[in-house]
């Protein structure tokens, strides 16, 4: 089991987001995490990435925390945020260094991984270029290149589809299942319903900070009571329930 969340609470300040959140990752496995705006989708990641605490409740990479091995726990996660963030002094080329060097890559073996990858988002010819020079959804190619270069156990993915081309969408779904068919695992977090349903193998559906279903679509469709659903349809349910109360 790559990540496994154990009845975490926690948020910002004395305000709790989460609420006993249980949910795994297997390894080899694409996972959705959907839900609303202000479900807890993004608290849940800055807390497995280690940006926040826990008050309480356990996160385990490959079975430890990031308190008992924080370089070995780190270094299996490649993270892809919703917003960019980039250097505006260092160059496409300066960041991916940077990168090989924060997971300890060889460099020849790095850049004989990007390659392709540079290639297919047409960053090849901009090494050399700064952010400024990037449109938005270049520097989120930026960002899928450095964290899809690693070799991570666990790929956490928050809305990567903001910002790119129906062709670099395509392009960053190969990455996952190419990841994937390595035995990785892959967290994604995205409003992309239909592509979800579509590529992900199981789905963790957030709402007030807490699980309100998981598993596989069928297994969601058992749980929502709503048979041959679309994951689209099991979304818009969540969002009523108690409106009428």
Do not use: C
């Not at 154990?6 to 080899?28: E, K």
């Not at 959705?32 to 990641?45: C, V, Y």
């Not at 995205?190 to 007030?208: E, I, Y």
Request: hydrophobic content about 45%.
């Amino acid at each position: 089991m790559a990540l496994k969340i154990s009845n975490l609470s926690g948020g910002y300040g004395q305000t709790p987001v989460l609420h006993d959140v249980d949910f795994s990752v297997a390894d080899g496995r694409v996972v959705g995490l959907i839900g609303l705006n202000g479900a807890g989708k993004s608290t849940t990641i800055k807390h497995i990435i280690g940006l926040l605490q826990p008050r309480s409740g356990k996160i385990e990479l490959n079975g430890k925390t990031l308190a008992q091995d924080e370089r070995a726990y780190r270094q299996a996660i490649a993270y892809v945020p919703e917003t960019p963030v980039l250097y505006p002094d260092l160059t496409l080329r300066e960041h991916l260094e940077l990168t090989m060097m924060a997971y300890s890559l060889d460099k020849d073996q790095a850049w004989a991984t990007l390659q392709p990858m540079l290639k297919k988002f047409r960053l090849d010819t901009k090494l050399d270029w700064f952010p400024d020079n990037f449109s938005k959804g270049m520097k989120q190619k930026v960002m899928i290149a450095a964290a899809f270069m690693t070799n991570a156990q666990l790929y956490i993915i928050d809305e990567p589809f903001t910002g790119l081309d129906p062709v670099a969408v395509h392009d960053l779904l190969d990455l996952v299942a190419a990841k994937k068919a390595a035995g990785a695992s892959v967290l994604m977090s995205t409003h992309v319903l239909a592509t979800a349903q579509d590529n992900a193998d199981s789905f963790v559906l957030l709402k007030d900070g807490r699980v309100r279903a998981e598993g596989t679509l069928d297994q969601l469709r058992v749980t929502m009571q709503m048979p041959a659903a679309s994951l689209d349809d099991m979304y818009m349910a969540i969002t009523r329930e108690g409106q009428s109360e």
